[in-house]
Structure formats: C-alpha cells, structure tokens
C-alpha cells in the first residue's frame, strides 16, 4: 500500500502575494531536512505539501519525524493513496485504519474533495465509507460530535487519500523568511529557549558563546554544543562562534568597581557581538532575558545594556515566568542539558551586591578605565567556529 505525508500549511495561507515566497522556502527546508532519508518527492497543490517516498529505503518513519519540528507547518498526516474510485477509498480506508478502529468506540467519517471531476459529493462519499466500516468493525458507533477516531478522506487531483487525526507540527513560519539574527547562548535554560521561539519565527540563527577558560571548562562548551544540537532540530543548521572572553573579564574585575561588573561585561559581550553579527550578516541580537529574573535584568540595567550596541536586540522571553520557560525547555528537549552543573562565564565572578538599577552614565564612567575597543579587538582575533545541524559536525579557528 502507497503511503505518503500530507502537510497543512500554518499561517503561511494569510501571506498575500508573499504566500510563494514564504512557501518556497518551507519547500527547500523540507528537502534539507529529509536529506540523508532517502529518495522523496516534496511537492505543493491545492494549499498541501506532499512528501512522497520513490523507493522502498526511503525511511518514512524518520522523515514523518522531522518534519514534525520543522517550523512552517501547522499539521501533517501519514496517509495511504487509493485510487480514485469509491470501492477502492472504503476498502483503503478499513485496511489503513486497521489499528486505530480497533482501538476506538466512535468514530465518524469527514471527507474534502478538491477534484470536483469526482462523481460523488462529500457527504456521500462520507455516507459510503461510515456504512462500509459500521459493517466491518461492528463494535464502532457513530458519534460526529466527539468521536475517538476521524476518518477522514481527501480527493484530490493526484489520488485519494485515507488518515486519521492529524499530528500537530511546529507552527510558526519557515526558518529563513524572518531575516537573520545572532543568539547570545549559555548554558542555561533560558538562552536555547529564546534561539526556538525566535526560529519559530523564521528566523535564521547564528550563536555566540562567550567562554573563559580556564573558569570555564571544555565540557561547558561541549553543553552548549549539545543545546543548540537540540535547537537545530527545529532551526535547522547553524554556526556556533565561541569568543574567548577571559581577558576581558579579568580586566573589568580588577579596574571597575565589582557591583558593576555584570552590567559592564554584559556590556562588552553586547559589543563583541554586534561586530560578530555585523560580520555575518546578522540584523539583530538575541538574548534570553526575563524581565526581573535576575539583577541584570530589570528595565535600568536591560537599558544600560542595550546602549552599548546599535543593533535591535530582541528578547522573546521578556513576559515569561521560569515555569514557562521550563516547560518550553522540556518541550524542545534542552531541559536536562541546561541543569547539568557545568559553569558559564556569566556565573564567572559573580558580584555578592550587584547593583540592580544602574544609572548609565555612572557605567559609562567605570568603564573609562578600560580600553574597550583593545580588548574587544583581541578576542575576535581568536573566534572558534563550529557546524550545527550539519551531518558532521567541524570546527575551525580564525
């Protein structure tokens, strides 16, 4: 029996005259995607996408996985193709469904034929194939207001085809059609979270991960690697550009006053990544701060920061409480990574009395006894690049 995947397209449908735009792209994301899965046709009719396996290595279990985190789609369904012939639909329909009717009590049968050439309405053919499977699985009632199974139909232009309920996909609009923005990522919970919500929004990433080693070990780095691995999985693939930050912060320690010292080097990470951004044709920074979480992130010291750059800096978990971070985190599968107990350099000389409302001028005087635009030059001298999302991952030093 032929089986393919049948994609329902989100919020793309309201896209106007983008509608082809935004659509191409989820195309291409798709085949990405699916690469490495084996040979299918990914194509686009009647508002659906159609992923349809041309050989029988062509893993349709995995690929039905992947596509369900990729960002564009709102629902998706296995489904087996019939012909377009009445008999052919019911029998596809009680063979198919086999497992699902088995296991429900109710069920009722909604059909949407798109090929109008079709010699039958909806509603009989929704009459013929209910009638066929009451007579094969006698145990089924119909119940058309809350039934434990939907069969449902589809006739279209290339077959008909028989599902049960859909799965729900990702959601949001495909990644590559929001512009392209940098991620300030650690290796806590809330950075990776913020990465997903921005993909979500088609959003194209790359990652800057400030370390300071020795304070920070390798297996930190290794952490992070593994969380954006996870992001990747809805994002798609990415650069993770590590910054050397010891030096810098060694300096702000013993030249700024110490209940400043978040505020500045937040500062500094700012101006390191907007030239890294700058250089890789990002539009905008991301963090994952939360309004009032912690010292550095109430509206005085969120406005210092942002003073230091020019570039928009979006935070797409401001509004959010920690429980609903971490239910996001669960969700996405980065939870139990972000609690392993590997230091980031934001935990670095931590001050006992940070200063929560730091006035900007005040800062700005602190940091005259640093050489900003020195120190800043020396750790972009000695980026570490690594692969995200690719098949293999490689890394490279400039």
């Not at 193709?81 to 296991?103: P, T």
């Not at 900007?360 to 900003?372: F, K, N, Y």
Request: glycine share 6%.
């Amino acid at each position: 029996m032929q089986e393919t995947i049948l994609i329902k397209l989100g919020e793309l449908v309201l896209k106007g005259l983008n509608r082809k735009t935004f659509e191409s792209t989820l195309l291409k994301n798709i085949r990405r995607r699916l690469s490495g899965l084996g040979d299918f046709e990914v194509k686009s009719a009647q508002s659906t996408i159609y992923v349809i396996p041309k050989t029988e290595e062509s893993d349709l279990d995995a690929a039905e996985e992947r596509i369900g985190k990729i960002f564009g789609i709102v629902s998706y369904s296995r489904a087996c193709v019939a012909e377009k012939d009445l008999a052919a639909i019911r029998e596809a329909a009680g063979e198919y469904l086999r497992d699902e009717l088995l296991d429900a009590a109710t069920f009722k049968v909604e059909t949407k034929r798109s090929d109008k050439k079709f010699p039958y309405t909806s509603p009989e053919i929704s009459e013929d194939v209910g009638a066929y499977l009451l007579e094969q699985y006698p145990h089924l009632s119909v119940n058309v207001h809350e039934p434990d199974l939907i069969v449902r139909v589809e006739v279209r232009d290339f077959g008909a085809y028989v599902h049960g309920n859909p799965r729900p996909g990702a959601g949001g609009i495909p990644v590559g059609t929001g512009g392209k923005a940098a991620i300030l990522i650690s290796g806590g919970i809330d950075s990776p979270v913020a990465a997903w919500t921005m993909a979500k929004r088609g959003v194209e990433l790359t990652a800057i991960h400030f370390a300071s080693p020795p304070y920070t070990s390798q297996r930190a780095e290794e952490k992070v690697v593994r969380l954006l691995e996870k992001v990747s999985e809805y994002s798609g693939r990415m650069e993770m550009i590590t910054v050397p930050f010891t030096h810098i912060q060694e300096e702000i320690l013993a030249k700024c006053p110490e209940e400043l010292f978040t505020i500045i080097m937040r500062r500094f990470m700012m101006r390191a990544a907007e030239k890294i951004a700058r250089k890789t044709g990002c539009q905008a920074l991301i963090t994952g701060e939360s309004l009032g979480q912690v010292a550095s992130q109430t509206i005085q010291a969120i406005a210092c920061t942002d003073a230091a750059a020019h570039l928009p800096i979006f935070r797409p978990l401001i509004g959010s409480d920690k429980a609903e971070i971490v239910a996001t985190s669960y969700k996405i599968g980065t939870y139990d990574i972000s609690i392993e107990p590997y230091e980031d350099c934001c935990t670095v000389f931590t001050p006992k009395h940070p200063r929560t409302r730091p006035i900007l001028h005040i800062v700005e005087t602190a940091e005259m006894a640093l050489d900003a635009e020195a120190l800043i030059d020396e750790c972009l001298q000695n980026l570490k690049y690594t692969k995200i999302g690719w098949r293999r991952r490689t890394d490279r030093e400039d």
